[in-house]
Nanobody
Framework: QVQLVESGGGLVQAGGSLRLSCTAS????????MGWFRQAPGKEREFVGT????????YYVDLVKGRFTISRDNAKNTVYLQMNSLKPEDTALYYC??????WGLGTSYDYWGQGTQVTVSS
């Protein structure tokens, strides 16, 4: 079993930055692809981006491309989401997830965190 805990959320003004962390326990995540998702009030959860098990490959949805960066430190069992140039529409509960299978949009996510709230004020 893998337990995931997100942290780093908070309230920030538009144009600001936040770095979210996702720390795993229970077992190493070095063999898992990791994804970030978000869910805004009244909306379905949406995929934000993913990083493969080695950290050499990343993918982002167009809405965040060029503003968000995913990285990982397998020695610390932690994945990061650096968010720059934040917009009010980025306001959401952000989740990380650990998955297996083909990396990318076909990854099957087996473990999920509880989420951390990000609120961007205008």
């Amino acid at each position: 079993q893998v337990q995931l805990v997100e942290s780093g959320g908070g309230l920030v003004q538009a144009g600001g930055s936040l770095r979210l962390s996702c720390t795993a326990s229970g077992r190493t995540i070095s063999s898992y692809h990791m994804g970030w998702f978000r869910q805004a009030p009244g909306k379905e959860r949406e995929f934000v981006g993913t990083i493969n098990w080695s950290g050499r490959r990343t993918y982002y949805v167009d809405l965040v491309k060029g503003r968000f960066t995913i990285s990982r430190d397998n020695a610390k069992n932690t994945v990061y989401l650096q968010m720059n140039s934040l917009k009010p529409e980025d306001t959401a509960l952000y989740y990380c997830a650990a998955g297996t299978g083909d990396w990318g949009l076909g990854t099957s996510y087996d473990y999920w965190g509880q989420g951390t709230q990000v609120t961007v004020s205008s």
